[in-house]
């Protein structure tokens, strides 16, 4: 029962791909995660996903188009549908989803982040 | 499929107290939401809520304290939590809450808004 100021919590961390949780409400996490760069092809069998740009700019690359977001921006990734975050500056995004929601989806690998972390 | 700017979404409606629907993922809808002046105390028997304010300052009275929120800031109210939102100016604010949550929780009165539209 506290409440979360974005920025301060952003400040706390540096790492980037490495989503930390920052609220859990209803079965569903709200996360804070900073990006810069390439990440990887990849789906979420069962869960929709929420990207809320907070700061910079964002690319999410699905197949069949691009959908580039701004700050106070949006967009939700329905289940099932293959997409590939890309940064070109280091971007600041908020993220809702289901608990159980792993950072590669269908992929594992390097850059699964297996055990989230609060912050 | 559509990215949403909050924005653009606030320059769509003018009423105060009557949440608008603009996203849905997971069984759970993201909504916006003017406020200004009080609301009333209620609870949600089930539901936790999510408040995320965008533009302004909302006083959120629970029984035992106030939680003060500027932009950028959220605070997720517990099933169960007696709550009134208060804002002393008009206050954009963001929610995140389950498909079934009614606005006024467990009082059913003039504020409460049965039937909420997308925008």
New interface residues.
Partial sequence: ???????EKLGRFTDLWSPKIV??????H?KLVKLSGEFIWHHHEA????FLV?KGRLCIK?RERD????E?????V?KG?EHKPVAEEETHVLL???ISTLNTGDQRNERTVEKLEWV
Same sequence: chains 1, 2.
């Fill in positions: 029962m506290q409440k979360i100021n974005l920025k609220g859990e409400l209803n079965g569903q709200v869960d929709d996903e929420l907070v699905l959908v580039w977001l701004q106070g921006e949006f967009f939700i329905p549908v809702f989803e289901p």
